[in-house]
């Protein structure tokens, strides 16, 4: 069997990270498969909550101290690989997919697989950016990625979104292709006893309507209009809760989300509950789920999950979000919180009606995103690199 190597900056992320738990959920089932599989990280993964324990996937730390710790770094990865001798390299995200460029001329019978995780970041991304330096920095790794995509064996987008996007930047067609995020049906299964549990932990009585975000802190989720839309959904019912779910990966913006809410008046009815790891139990404990992410999302494992646990969504059209729900769910535009509010009071008044039954909802996220579709299709992609994949 072929020997896989994943390479990513950390596979620590408040919030718990798609791109983060997607590398860990491809890389176990391609292990699982036989194949031989090693994760390298830049950075030490201390805070990590990522567990290959009982499978004989090789998690490395290359020890990089800081952004400008290369040559270090460099050495350390070059060392790694040439030990390993991968027939694969992918890579995940931009600064990844940046460093298997250089590595190319040295390892020249390694496919170099680049992992695309996002749509448009585009203007609206670097202007929200806190700090000039991060702007620039942000600038400068996506313009050298647009450069260096010529050279890469394959692309791999996991939404049309990202594909189409990329492609408008001069992405080269030919080496650019989708696979869908995979969605763990089995694991991801709806359970009225645990969504009650973790319920009474936040003092949400039985007959109250819980509506949750799901999403680090951050611009691009928008929370803001989550918030905004939540107020007005106040104003109209009592029997309402709304839940934030997510690390704070950026604390000037959390704060100014905290003070928001208290703007709004809406301190009292408004749970933060920072990053979990009992995700199962926080879906169960949903009535709906809003993703209102403005900009940059690519395929939202936030809404997959929701769905497979049989959960409606309100969704903004940006990446795949609306595909992903189809017409299992409710579509708005980005920063329309008028429209955010209306879809919310819509499925609120629907959610005892059948429109939206949790069956159906989940049996789209079974029959179009699961795992096994996920590692079925990368397995081959992969494979077909390879002169002797027959």
Same mark, same amino acid.
């Given at each position: 069997?072929?020997?896989?190597?994943?390479?990513?900056?950390?596979?620590?992320?408040?919030?718990?990270?798609?791109?983060?738990?997607?590398?860990?959920?491809?890389?176990?089932?391609?292990?699982?498969?036989?194949?031989?599989?090693?994760?390298?990280?830049?950075?030490?993964? %201390?805070?990590?909550?990522?567990?290959?324990?009982?499978?004989?996937?090789?998690?490395?730390? #290359?020890?990089?101290?800081? $952004?400008?710790?290369?040559?270090?770094?460099?050495?350390?990865?070059?060392?790694?690989?040439?030990?390993?001798?991968?027939?694969?390299?992918?890579?995940?995200?931009?600064?990844?997919?940046?460093?298997?460029?250089?590595?190319?001329?040295?390892?020249?019978?390694?496919?170099?697989?680049?992992?695309?995780?996002?749509?448009?970041?585009?203007?609206?991304? #670097?202007?929200?950016?806190?700090?000039?330096?991060?702007?620039?920095?942000? $600038?400068?790794? #996506?313009?050298?990625?647009?450069?260096?995509?010529?050279?890469?064996?394959?692309?791999?987008?996991?939404?049309?979104?990202?594909?189409?996007?990329?492609?408008?930047?001069?992405?080269?067609?030919?080496?650019?292709?989708?696979?869908?995020?995979?969605?763990?049906?089995?694991?991801?299964?709806?359970?009225?006893?645990?969504?009650?549990?973790?319920?009474?932990?936040?003092?949400?009585?039985?007959?109250?309507?819980?509506?949750?975000?799901?999403?680090?802190?951050?611009?691009?989720?928008?929370?803001?209009?989550?918030?905004?839309?939540?107020?007005?959904?106040?104003?109209?019912?009592?029997?309402?809760?709304?839940?934030?779910?997510?690390?704070?990966?950026?604390?000037?913006?959390?704060?100014?989300?905290?003070?928001?809410?208290?703007?709004?008046?809406? %301190?009292?009815?408004?749970?933060?509950?920072?990053?979990?790891?009992?995700?199962?139990?926080?879906?169960?404990?949903?009535?709906?789920?809003?993703?209102?992410?403005?900009?940059?999302?690519?395929?939202?494992?936030?809404?997959?999950?929701?769905?497979?646990?049989?959960?409606?969504?309100?969704?903004?059209?940006?990446?795949?979000?609306?595909?992903?729900?189809?017409?299992?769910?409710?579509?708005?535009?980005?920063?329309?919180?008028?429209?955010?509010?209306?879809?919310?009071?819509?499925?609120?008044?629907?959610?005892?009606?059948?429109?939206?039954?949790?069956?159906?909802?989940?049996?789209?996220?079974?029959?179009?995103?699961?795992?096994?579709?996920?590692?079925?299709? %990368?397995?081959?992609?992969?494979?077909?690199?390879?002169?002797?994949?027959?």
């Amino acid at each position: 069997m072929k020997k896989i190597v994943f390479l990513i900056r950390s596979l620590a992320r408040s919030g718990g990270g798609g791109a983060e738990k997607q590398l860990t959920t491809l890389a176990k089932g391609l292990s699982l498969k036989g194949y031989d599989v090693s994760v390298l990280c830049f950075y030490p993964d %201390t805070n990590s909550e990522i567990d290959f324990s009982g499978t004989s996937i090789k998690l490395i730390s #290359l020890g990089k101290q800081s $952004r400008w710790d290369m040559a270090g770094f460099f050495g350390r990865l070059f060392q790694q690989l040439k030990s390993i001798q991968p027939d694969v390299l992918h890579s995940y995200l931009p600064d990844s997919n940046i460093v298997t460029i250089f590595l190319k001329p040295f390892f020249p019978t390694t496919k170099m697989v680049w992992g695309i995780r996002h749509s448009n970041w585009g203007d609206s991304q #670097l202007n929200i950016e806190r700090g000039k330096k991060l702007s620039k920095w942000v $600038r400068s790794t #996506l313009y050298i990625e647009q450069k260096l995509a010529q050279f890469a064996d394959l692309i791999i987008a996991n939404s049309h979104a990202g594909q189409k996007y990329h492609l408008s930047q001069g992405f080269p067609a030919e080496s650019m292709i989708v696979i869908s995020n995979g969605i763990d049906v089995d694991h991801f299964q709806p359970d009225l006893k645990t969504g009650k549990t973790i319920r009474q932990e936040w003092g949400i009585s039985a007959n109250m309507i819980l509506i949750g975000i799901i999403g680090r802190l951050h611009p691009m989720k928008d929370h803001s209009t989550f918030l905004k839309a939540a107020a007005l959904v106040i104003q109209e019912r009592q029997d309402v809760r709304f839940i934030c779910v997510g690390g704070e990966e950026q604390q000037d913006y959390a704060r100014e989300l905290y003070e928001l809410t208290n703007v709004l008046g809406i %301190t009292e009815q408004v749970i933060w509950a920072g990053a979990r790891v009992d995700m199962p139990e926080v879906y169960n404990a949903l009535n709906i789920l809003v993703s209102v992410s403005a900009f940059g999302e690519g395929f939202s494992n936030a809404i997959g999950e929701a769905m497979a646990f049989g959960k409606p969504c309100v969704v903004t059209d940006v990446g795949d979000s609306a595909l992903i729900v189809g017409n299992q769910g409710i579509v708005v535009p980005p920063n329309d919180v008028q429209a955010l509010k209306t879809a919310v009071m819509q499925l609120i008044a629907e959610l005892n009606t059948g429109n939206y039954t949790q069956s159906k909802i989940r049996q789209r996220i079974v029959e179009n995103f699961s795992v096994l579709q996920l590692i079925i299709k %990368t397995e081959n992609t992969l494979l077909s690199l390879f002169d002797d994949s027959a």
